[in-house]
C-alpha cells in the first residue's frame, strides 16, 4: 500500500478538490482525506502508478507538489534538517561575505557548492578563507538581523517533539548559527562547522575536520543507533548538494526547495510548500500541528 500526497503553498492555498479526486480516480485510490483544506490531502493506492512523474511534472504547473510513499510508518521518530536555506531562509556564510565586502564571490561559490559543482569541503575551505579579519562580534550582528526562520519550522519541530520525535540540526555552516537557531527552534542538538577566530577576529580558517556530505550521514546513523532506530526512522531535509546522502539514506527524504541537481536525485521533492509539508508528508493534520 502506498499514500499518495498532494500539498500546496499555504499562502496559495490551491489545492482544489476537484484536482485531488482526479487524481485519486485516476489511479483507483481510496477516499481522499484532507489533513488541511486547500494545503494538503491524502488517499491511498495498491501500487507506485507508473505515470508518477509525469503527474507531478503536471501538478507542478498548478504549484502543487506531489509525493508517493510506502503508506507504512510514515510517522518518523527522528528529524534530521540542514540549517541554511531550510530552517532559515539565508546562508550564514554569504551573510558575513557580505559584512565582510566578499559578499558576491562567496554567493558564488555558495550556489556552485550547493548544487554539486564544487567539493563542498574545498568551497567551505575557500570561502572561509575570504572571512580573514573580520570582526567575531558580526556574527551576532548577522543573526540579529540578517537571519529569519523558515515558514513551517518551528510547527514542524515542536510537532514531531510532542509526539516523541527527537530533533536534530546537522548543518555544513557554523555552531555559531547553529546554536542560536537549535534555541530557537527547540531541536534537541546541533552539530556544524566552528569558525576559528583570534583577538576578537576570523582566522579565515575552520575547525577540522569538516562537517561535509558525509558527516551528515554519519550523524544520522549515530544519531539513530544512540535510540536504538535505523535509518528507516528518519525523516531527513535540505536543499543542498551536501544533504543528499542523508536525504537518500533516511526513509523519507526531502529534498525541499533543493538545486535542481539535488531535487533531481531526491525521494521526495517539495518546490511549493513549507516546512509543515514534512508534517503533511507523515499524515499529520493541521489541527495536529503544535506551535513552537
Known sequence: MFTVSLIASPLRANLA????????????????????????????????PADTEAAWAA?????????VQPAQDRRKRILLADMDSTMIGQECIDELADMAGVGPRVADITARAMNGELD????LTERVSLLAGLKDSVIADVLASRITMASGGAELVATMRANGGYAALVS???????????????FDEHRANTLLAEGGLLT??????????????????QIAMARGLTPSDVIAVGD??????????????????????VAAQAPIRINHGDLTALLYLQGYSAAEFVTG
Not at 563542498?120 to 568551497?123: D, I, R
Not at 558525509?214 to 550523524?219: G, N, P, Q, T, W
Open 17 to 48: 478538490r476537484d484536482v485531488a479526486q482526479a487524481l485519486a480516480d485516476r489511479w483507483g485510490g481510496g477516499p481522499l482525506r484532507w489533513l488541511n483544506p486547500g494545503v494538503a490531502a491524502e488517499f491511498d493506492v495498491e501500487a507506485r
Open 59 to 67: 501538478l507542478q504547473q498548478q504549484t502543487l507538489d506531489l509525493a
Open 120 to 123: 563542498f569541503n574545498g568551497a
Open 172 to 186: 555544513g555552516g557554523f555552531t555559531a548559527f547553529t546554536e542560536a537557531v537549535a534555541a530557537r527552534l527547540g
Open 204 to 221: 579565515g580558517q575552520v575547525a577540522l575536520p569538516i562537517l561535509g556530505r558525509e558527516a551528515k550521514v554519519e550523524a544520522l546513523i
Open 240 to 261: 543542498g548538494a551536501n544533504d543528499l546522502g542523508m536525504i537518500q539514506m533516511a526513509g523519507t527524504g526531502v529534498a525541499l526547495h533543493a538545486k535542481p541537481a
